[in-house]
């Protein structure tokens, strides 16, 4: 099923030593909007850049693919220390994979991590890589945020209510 997530975390905090060495996970492609920071704050959420230098010392890749403009990414992805694609072009592929290649990871070995369904968790499965959705840190007031929200509330309800939320 194409939109469904592999995992279902509370956000990328929740991604712990324990959690990557048990799904044998060595790089993580990053979504920016509301998966390391509020959508277009300059600044990443509290905890963010303690848990990207856990990642960094347990040897873990990562990458920023987000759909966003360079203008936005850069500053954000430059001040965590991370390589990034911008203008992503989620839930097309070539923005997931090229990450992948530039981590030189393997597929099987990668999270593409987001928090949105039809572009994250889309591009992901597209791509053949295991995805985790997490939750947004701040859900937002704009109607096209809504509306995706609810439709995601909609396919949760009827699809997911298996999964287990942590
Ligand atoms: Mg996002």
Do not use: C
């Not at 694609?85 to 990871?105: D, E, H, I, S, Y």
């Amino acid at each position: 099923m194409l939109f469904k997530p592999t995992f279902w975390l509370k956000s990328v905090l929740a991604i712990d030593e324990e959690f990557l060495k048990k799904n044998g996970v060595k790089a993580l492609v990053l979504d920016m909007d509301n998966t390391l920071s509020m959508h277009g704050d300059p600044k990443a959420e509290a905890g963010v850049e303690d848990w990207l230098d856990k990642m960094r010392k347990l040897g873990i890749k990562m990458r920023v693919v987000s759909n966003n403009t360079i203008k936005r990414v850069k500053p954000l992805a430059n001040a965590l220390g991370l390589d990034f694609t911008a203008n992503g072009a989620k839930p097309l592929t070539f923005g997931v994979n090229r990450a992948v290649k530039a981590m030189g990871a393997k597929k099987a070995e990668t999270l593409v991590i987001g928090d949105q369904i039809f572009t994250d968790i889309l591009a992901g499965n597209f791509a053949g890589i295991r995805t985790v959705l997490v939750e947004p840190f701040h859900l937002e007031n704009k109607w096209t945020f809504k509306f995706k929200r609810k439709i995601e509330s909609l396919v949760f309800k009827r699809d997911y209510s298996d999964l287990e939320l942590k």
